[in-house]
């Protein structure tokens, strides 16, 4: 293990249960009954917000929310939408340096059920620069 990967904060609790605490603004939104996909939607935006906030905290790697920014600038609904998702992961969720790797949401009875995997930032190929 090298000294980078040594110092990351991987909390005890699983990322998905960590990850939808996260995207709550955004599904407390949705209608009880909204369809699977409107959750896959909302779940979307935030696992966007999240990695890229990860990329650029963790390895002060900007691309991606230059990238967001970018693609909301004429989209100020959807600017609406991020970049309190960026604050949030910041100060709510900034220890928590793990990437969201792949994902999956099902609409259950119960509610949403979420199943993700984390990733290690360092350890996630990036092309050069």
Not at 99 to 117: F, K, P, Q
């Amino acid at each position: 293990m090298d000294a980078r990967t040594s110092k990351l904060s991987y909390p005890e609790r699983k990322i998905s249960e960590t990850f939808l605490d996260f995207a709550a603004p955004l599904l407390h939104e949705l209608p009880r009954n909204a369809r699977e996909q409107r959750a896959k939607e909302a779940l979307q935006i935030a696992f966007t917000a999240w990695n890229a906030v990860v990329f650029a905290d963790v390895l002060n790697d900007n691309h991606f929310l230059d990238e967001i920014r970018s693609l909301m600038a004429d989209k100020p609904e959807l600017a609406q939408l991020m970049e309190p998702l960026i604050a949030r992961k910041r100060a709510l969720f900034g220890d928590d340096e793990r990437l969201i790797g792949t994902w999956e949401v099902t609409r259950t009875s119960d509610g949403i059920n979420l199943r993700a995997d984390a990733r290690d930032p360092h350890a996630v190929p990036r092309n050069p620069e």
